[in-house]
């Protein structure tokens, strides 16, 4: 398993496993991020602590602690 914010632009994932808890992972899984749901990495920011994510066609950004606690596994 990988961590979303090491993924490459462009890159779909699929997500295994939020590791946070509280209001943090409240939030993820609110907005989609629940194992078996498709990521894909689609901008990011200059000082690379932040990106926006597509998931299921919305684009959601994230920073990179946030990215950091969701385990994804590459497709393929």
Known sequence: MHLLSDTILYEEVEV???KCQGSIKRRLLD?????GAFIKPMLENTSKDMRAYLIKGTLI??????????YVQRRG
């Open 31 to 35: 907005l989609g991020i629940i194992h």
């Open 61 to 70: 950004a994230l920073r990179k602690e946030e990215a950091s606690a969701i």
């Open 16 to 18: 295994q496993e939020v």
